[in-house]
């Protein structure tokens, strides 16, 4: 798992670098994760809109604000994205909770992730590489808080997370 942090401008670099190795052999497909009924949660919808009106080439991204995959249709979401895209790698983009000094980082790791966890929600593992961004600290009472310095967070996770996919995908075309 590589982490990152966005206080720390060289790690963008570093975490697209690394994005690109694990996807460098398969049309890879983005699957953000959240809803923007939840603030804390809305970073999966803010990155997948990020990335669908910025993307270089097309890219299938899935997970965009106003069509969120929730739990409630996540199995749904994932399994017709396998479907659809059989050989493809699915990444996997969600918001997560940590402790004080993990919150502003970002975690790039292998095997997908297991949503849900922040609200014990039991949900399979999806995707192949996982991308999880930590807006809170642990505890339902910061998840689901809303004040205008947790948007600018959400707000600069989810730019960091678009650009390092940007990045990574820039010289693939």
């Known amino acids: 798992m590589l982490e990152a942090s966005i206080y720390n401008p060289q790690d963008k670099q570093k975490m697209a670098e690394e994005l690109k190795i694990k996807t460098r052999n398969s049309q890879t497909v983005y699957m953000c994760i959240g809803t923007e009924k939840v603030f804390s949660d809305s970073l999966g919808p ?56 993990q919150i502003g980082k970002i975690q790039l790791c292998d095997g997908g992730i297991l ?41 600069q996770i989810a730019q960091f997370i678009a650009d390092v996919i940007l990045v990574a995908t820039k010289s693939v075309s």
């Open 46 to 101: 803010r990155v997948g809109s990020l990335l669908n009106e910025n993307m270089l080439f097309p890219a299938f991204v899935y997970g965009l604000c106003e069509q969120n995959i929730t739990a409630e249709n996540l199995l749904y979401s994932y399994n017709f994205i396998k479907a659809l895209h059989p050989d493809s790698t699915i990444v996997v983009i969600d918001a997560a909770v940590g402790t004080t000094d």
């Open 115 to 155: 949503p849900g966890a922040a609200t014990n929600k039991n949900l399979p593992s999806v995707g192949d590489v996982g991308i999880i961004g930590i807006v809170a600290e642990k505890g339902m009472n910061d998840f689901y808080t809303l004040n205008s310095s947790k948007d600018r967070l959400v707000g």
